[in-house]
């Protein structure tokens, strides 16, 4: 098989952005006059986009939202993270090298992430990441998230590439079975959050290969 397409992941994947979910996550519901969380118990919230991490915090603390007011509750924290900003959110070492060396080998490349369009798009650009990536398929876009293959299909389709010809990298579960089911070739790397269970761990116990230790090693084969 020859790789014409590299699917990313975003957070935990390109970049470790727990800090920045973490202060935003607890800007809003200091607003709500309830507890903070720490970042390990936000780590074990993210990965299925920003409605059920509102889910998940909300049960820990207590809040009762439904239909639209919890549709608000959900504008009301993205705009919380838009207003937090990119500034606590690192760019793992070697990712802008290696997106880099991708597309000047002519190798297409994709986000594919649970994250809404603008904190997405608010990450790339203060990043600098925006420029390299060909396609932005995002949480919010109207396609069934991750772990299902749609977002993924999205992307190969745009791109104009088969799911044969396309690799997934990603942190977690999410994006393993979500590349599964797509019938796409699958990279883990373990420097992400998994919704808090080691991947390493999680792998041998679904049939996934090990996972690399970096993205820039996970991409380095491409190369």
Same mark, same amino acid.
């Given at each position: 098989?020859?790789?014409?397409?590299?699917?990313?992941?975003?957070?935990?994947?390109?970049?470790?952005?727990?800090?920045?979910?973490?202060?935003?996550?607890?800007?809003?519901?200091?607003?709500?006059?309830?507890?903070?969380?720490?970042?390990?118990?936000?780590?074990?919230?993210?990965?299925?986009?920003?409605?059920?991490?509102?889910?998940?915090?909300?049960?820990?603390?207590?809040?009762?939202?439904?239909?639209?007011?919890?549709?608000?509750?959900?504008?009301?924290? +993205?705009?919380?993270?838009?207003?937090?900003?990119?500034?606590?959110?690192?760019?793992?070492?070697?990712?802008?090298?290696?997106?880099?060396?991708?597309?000047?080998?002519? +190798?297409?490349?994709?986000?594919?992430?649970?994250?809404?369009?603008?904190?997405?798009?608010?990450?790339?650009?203060?990043?600098?990441?925006?420029?390299?990536?060909?396609?932005?398929?995002?949480?919010?876009?109207?396609?069934?998230?991750?772990?299902?293959?749609?977002?993924?299909?999205?992307?190969?389709?745009?791109?104009?590439?088969?799911?044969?010809?396309?690799?997934?990298?990603?942190?977690?579960?999410?994006?393993?079975?979500?590349?599964?089911?797509?019938?796409?070739?699958?990279?883990?790397?373990?420097?992400?959050?998994?919704?808090?269970?080691? +991947?390493?761990?999680?792998?041998?116990?679904?049939?996934?290969?090990?996972?690399?230790?970096?993205?820039?090693?996970?991409?380095?084969?491409?190369?």
């Amino acid at each position: 098989m020859q790789t014409k397409a590299v699917l990313f992941d975003l957070d935990g994947t390109l970049v470790d952005s727990l800090p920045t979910l973490t202060c935003s996550l607890n800007a809003y519901l200091a607003a709500l006059g309830k507890a903070p969380f720490t970042e390990k118990e936000v780590s074990d919230m993210v990965g299925k986009g920003v409605r059920v991490l509102l889910q998940k915090a909300f049960a820990c603390r207590q809040v009762r939202l439904a239909g639209a007011s919890f549709d608000a509750a959900v504008k009301d924290y +993205i705009a919380q993270c838009l207003k937090t900003g990119n500034g606590k959110t690192r760019v793992f070492p070697g990712v802008a090298e290696a997106l880099g060396a991708l597309r000047s080998k002519g +190798i297409k490349t994709a986000l594919v992430t649970n994250k809404s369009r603008a904190m997405t798009l608010s990450l790339l650009a203060d990043k600098g990441l925006a420029p390299l990536f060909d396609v932005v398929v995002a949480g919010d876009d109207g396609h069934t998230p991750k772990p299902a293959p749609d977002m993924l299909l999205a992307a190969a389709a745009a791109l104009g590439a088969s799911a044969a010809d396309c690799v997934m990298v990603g942190d977690s579960r999410n994006d393993a079975l979500a590349a599964r089911s797509a019938k796409m070739t699958v990279r883990l790397v373990a420097c992400g959050y998994n919704e808090g269970e080691p +991947i390493g761990q999680w792998v041998q116990a679904n049939g996934f290969d090990a996972p690399f230790p970096a993205t820039a090693q996970a991409v380095a084969g491409f190369c």
